[in-house]
């Protein structure tokens, strides 16, 4: 998913909370077990990351999550919401298939 220091743009929602928690949580303690666990990729990638590049990954994640979880997309289907329509098709008795996706 890395490669040359660069993450391919269909894995990088997969690489960006990683790399928000090694710059926001892992500057005072890098050896904490959250820290490690992130991986040697992030860990080297936080260090190539300058304020000003975080800030622009920052608003360009922002813009893809306002994208696919925006009303436009996902209506007010999210949280509890999705849940309770999915509790009562759960009862449907008239054979129909719902098909539901989750990151």
């Known amino acids: 998913k ?3 220091g660069s993450i391919v743009l269909k894995y990088l929602s997969d690489y960006y909370d990683k790399i928000k928690i090694a710059r926001t949580q892992c500057f005072l303690n890098q050896t ?5 666990s992130l991986g040697p ?4 990638l ?3 990351l300058s304020d000003a590049e975080l800030e622009e990954l920052e608003t360009l994640m922002g813009s893809a999550e306002a ?3 925006g009303i ?5 289907l999210l949280g509890s919401q999705l849940l309770w329509r999915m509790l009562q098709r759960i009862t ?3 054979g129909k298939f ?6």
Do not use: H, P
């Not at 904490?32 to 490690?36: F, K, L, Q, S, V």
């Not at 990729?41 to 080297?44: F, H, K, L, P």
């Open 2 to 4: 890395i490669s040359n």
């Open 32 to 36: 904490a077990y959250g820290c490690t």
């Open 98 to 103: 719902f098909l539901y996706s989750t990151e």
């Open 72 to 76: 436009g997309t996902a209506g007010n």
């Open 41 to 44: 990729d992030v860990y080297n």
């Open 46 to 48: 936080w260090n190539a």
């Open 92 to 94: 449907d008795t008239t």
């Open 67 to 69: 994208m696919k979880y």
